[in-house]
């Protein structure tokens, strides 16, 4: 499939998805948001592909935010609909691993379209902030929420109420992105994370994501049992009893996803 705002591409278990308007300093607008949808659903067809890498084209941004031409003629109904809020939930819910490979620029929505990613790796020429609040508007993408799931409310609240941009080494020390490498080591870094993720068990990774993004919304009990419906689910899988046979055997697991 081709698309005009984002370049779609794979490397042996690994899918690329690249933020395709430079120019506007890959600015998410409402059309590339859609093409984004369509490309992993295209991802998740493709059994081949294990791992999602989402990264920005050109060395400036990985994504300046949602497009403000867009926001600046967006009523309040229209915020009503469907909207990034939908597309980032449908990246964090989603079934194959993600890899958030900052590699400029993380502004706005930008920010929050990385930490729906399971792991973020940024260039050490990446800024990272939620401006919004300087537009008149929220994070509103799932930024409040996620953010300070992420690195705790404290220092959430304060990078959403200055809106102050910090750098990657910052938010390497603030536990935002797991490592700041130079730009070009920036998608080997990635792949390296992808590496040791792509040979476990495609099951095991679905349910682990789940329990970990389900359980943090939830109190203790609840999350617990989430956790444990969801080893009991691997228990009766094909990918359990290979991973501990080859284990026993002393040789690589062959896993299947079932
Ligand atoms: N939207 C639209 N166009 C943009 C955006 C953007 N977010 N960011 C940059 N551009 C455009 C500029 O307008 C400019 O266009 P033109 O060449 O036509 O004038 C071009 O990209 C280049 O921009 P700059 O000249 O500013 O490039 P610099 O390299 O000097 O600066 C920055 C890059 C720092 C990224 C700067 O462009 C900037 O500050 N951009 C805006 C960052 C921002 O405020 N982001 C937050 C946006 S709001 C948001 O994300 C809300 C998300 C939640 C909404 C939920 C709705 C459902």
């Not at 031409?69 to 980032?88: D, G, H, S, V, W």
């Not at 990272?128 to 300087?134: C, I, T």
């Not at 999350?223 to 002393?250: H, R, V």
């Amino acid at each position: 499939m081709t698309y005009k705002n984002i370049l779609v591409h794979q490397e042996r278990e690994l899918g690329f998805i690249k933020l395709n308007r430079p120019e506007q300093r890959n600015a998410l607008n409402i059309e590339t948001l859609q093409e984004i949808e369509k490309a992993l659903e295209e991802i998740k067809a493709n059994q081949d592909i294990r791992v999602v890498v989402i990264t920005g084209s050109g060395e400036k941004s990985f994504a300046a935010g949602a497009d403000i031409k867009e926001l600046n003629k967006r009523t309040m109904i229209e915020a009503l609909q469907p909207n990034m809020t939908a597309t980032f939930r449908k990246i964090e819910e989603y079934e194959k691993p993600t890899i958030a490979a900052i590699n400029g620029y993380a502004l706005g929505g930008g920010l929050e379209l990385a930490l729906t990613c399971d792991i973020r790796v940024a260039s050490l020429n990446a800024k990272m902030g939620l401006p919004e609040v300087g537009l008149g508007i929220i994070p509103g993408a799932g930024g409040t929420q996620r953010l300070s799931r992420t690195i705790g409310k404290g220092k959430a609240m304060e990078l959403i109420l200055t809106g102050e941009v910090i750098s990657a080494e910052e938010a390497k020390d603030i536990g935002l992105v797991s490592a700041a490498v130079p730009q070009e080591e920036l998608i080997e870094k990635a792949k390296e994370y992808a590496s040791k993720i792509s040979i476990k068990g495609p099951l095991a990774l679905r349910l682990a994501k789940t329990a970990v993004n389900r359980g943090i919304d939830v109190e203790m009990e609840t999350a617990l049992y989430l956790e444990k419906l969801s080893q009991t689910i691997l228990m009766g899988s094909y990918d359990k009893q290979e991973g501990t046979q080859a284990f026993l055997d002393k040789r690589k697991p062959h896993f299947k996803g079932e």
